[in-house]
């Protein structure tokens, strides 16, 4: 250490006043560039506490921070606030329990006051705040939705109807910080304010955003454009399915990256109602059987005797009981009637729309290579039979049934052709993180390959100032006037030469000649 001291105070001596200068400037910029990237990197890690609120929120949570004590650094033109990192959740915890921020409005929370003496309009109103406050913080949880709010008009209850009957309806705004919002992600804000309202359907729930697009127009179901996206989105499920089901299948076999195959699926979107009634008169079946008797008889008496007063008088003499003719007659009659009952089948078929009329697939494989007799890769084509193999798993996965060879080939077909290799990047759910952790690795390499450049800049100066120290012997008169050699310095520098050279021009050949060609 000592050595290197010595080194370094009789190169110091042996440099000159720019040179100082030049030096010194450097030592200091690379200690002020050092000593600011070690500040930098050491500063505390900042991350975000809270985003994308508005300006009343986010002045209640910097209000809220500041009680706290909490270091915090405002960003993004006031829309976003930073903590450190130590303090992220014991923050969130702190605000969460003084229900700060309060994330779209008031929530079921407003009845936690006493409510003794309200009417009931106010009760009414505000239970319609609670309800378009919890679902505005439910719709915010959703991935793209910044900020929203929701809008619910309930009709009031009337004890007598007139008119129309009124529903509920809703309108939802969603500030997504101009991105797109899924259909699936607005189809799920429909769904879920509709369900939470009693009385309301997903067709009476508009969703627009920040930038004034009517986003629940192209899944509001109304007339016949409301069935065909209704039929295009079934028709895509079933394609999928069949498609996954498919793809899955040959992956495992075949590898990963290796199979695309799309199934197309055609449907029957027609509701029908058959209904089949027939009668068979050859099998009867008596159903009731009456038998009635009726039972009748007659009786006829003759009177006979001489004509006269006694015989019409009343309480004369009746000859009719002394010996007249009489004749009686007996009826009986019997009725039978039987009711039979034709045997009938009737068949009632319901016919749901949305049946599968046909299947069809394409299914493209990728060539596989193999070495030539050079070592040169090159395309090895499946066979035949491979090929038809591979066919007839698809055939059975998807059910198809024909015994025809032509149709099954026409239905199903099965190519196979070069891929072209893309590189995707998928992003999880822990990809903003660990872009976090690369970027604080980045900045930490940065930091210590810029201290190592300006360290080897300074050693490079260091020893362009440094110059030679190699011993020459130059010759100069004496005071005779003969030349003789002297060692002038132990070491020669720029500045020597010139100092040199002004001296004695004309004997500085002669010293160059000896410092280069030295005398063995």
């Known amino acids: 250490m000592r050595d290197f001291l010595e080194q370094i105070s009789r190169l110091w001596k042996e440099l000159g006043i720019n040179q100082k200068v030049s030096l010194s400037l450097a030592v200091l910029g690379v200690v002020g560039v ?15 506490l809270y985003g994308g609120l508005s300006p009343k929120e986010m002045g209640e949570v910097t209000k809220a921070v500041e009680g706290l004590s909490v270091p915090y650094e405002i960003r993004n033109g006031g829309a976003a606030i930073y903590v450190r990192e130590k303090d992220v959740h014991t923050t969130r915890m702190k605000l969460a329990s003084d229900g700060i921020p309060s994330g779209g409005g008031v929530g079921y929370e407003i009845f936690d006051t006493g409510s003794f003496g309200i009417s009931n309009f106010v009760q009414r109103t505000n ?4 309800l378009q406050g919890e679902l505005s913080r439910t719709i915010d949880q959703l991935d793209g939705v910044r900020s929203s709010k929701v809008m619910i008009v309930k009709p009031e209850n009337e004890l007598l109807l007139s008119g ?16 797109t919002l ?15 309202v009693e009385g309301m359907s997903v067709n009476d729930v508009a969703v627009v955003d920040n930038r004034g697009n009517v986003l629940s127009s192209a899944l509001k179901e109304e007339g016949l454009m409301g069935m065909t996206s209704s039929q295009i989105k079934y028709r895509k499920s079933l394609e999928d399915y069949y498609t996954n089901k498919v793809e899955g299948m040959l992956e495992r076999v075949l590898g990963h ?3 695309v195959v799309r199934v197309s699926v055609g449907l029957d979107m027609a509701a029908q109602t058959m209904v089949e009634e027939s009668f068979d008169p050859e099998n009867q079946i008596a159903r009731k059987e009456t038998i009635t008797e009726n039972v009748s008889s007659t009786q006829e008496t003759q009177k006979g005797g001489v004509a006269g007063e006694e015989s019409n008088v009343a309480g004369g003499t009746d000859l009719a009981a002394d010996g007249g003719v009489v004749s009686s007659s007996q009826e009986t009659q019997k009725i039978r009637d039987i009711a039979y009952e034709i045997n009938r089948r009737k068949v009632e078929t319901v016919k749901s729309p949305g049946g599968v009329n046909s299947l069809s697939a394409a299914v493209f494989l990728a060539q596989v290579s193999a070495p030539d007799d050079s070592g040169v890769m090159q395309p090895q084509p499946r066979g035949q039979e491979q090929m038809d193999r591979i066919r007839m798993m698809v055939v059975n996965a998807l059910g198809i049934e024909s015994t025809n060879a032509e ?24 990809g903003m993180r660990d872009m976090d952790s690369l970027i604080d690795i980045g900045r930490n390499l940065l930091g210590i390959a810029i201290s190592l450049f300006m360290l080897l800049v300074f050693f490079r100066m260091v020893k362009k100032s440094s110059g030679s120290t190699d011993q020459i012997e130059l010759m100069l008169p004496d005071d005779n006037g003969v030349s003789q050699a002297k060692d002038v310095t132990p070491t020669i520098s720029p500045e020597l030469l010139n100092e040199l050279i002004k001296q004695s021009p004309d004997k500085i050949s002669s010293a160059l000649k000896n410092w280069a060609f030295p005398e063995n």
């Open 164 to 179: 129309p009957v009124k529903k509920a309806t809703a309108s939802v705004f969603v500030d997504t910080g101009g991105r």
């Open 34 to 48: 050092v000593v600011a990237l070690l500040v930098w990197a050491n500063r505390p890690r900042l991350q975000l």
């Open 182 to 196: 899924e259909l699936g992600a607005v189809d799920s804000i429909r769904s879920l304010v509709a369900n939470a």
């Open 257 to 259: 990256g290796n199979v």
């Open 407 to 430: 149709e099954l080939n026409r239905k199903v077909t099965v190519e196979e052709l070069p891929f072209t290799e893309v590189n995707t990047m998928e992003a999880g759910p822990g």
């Open 127 to 130: 239970y319609i705040r609670a």
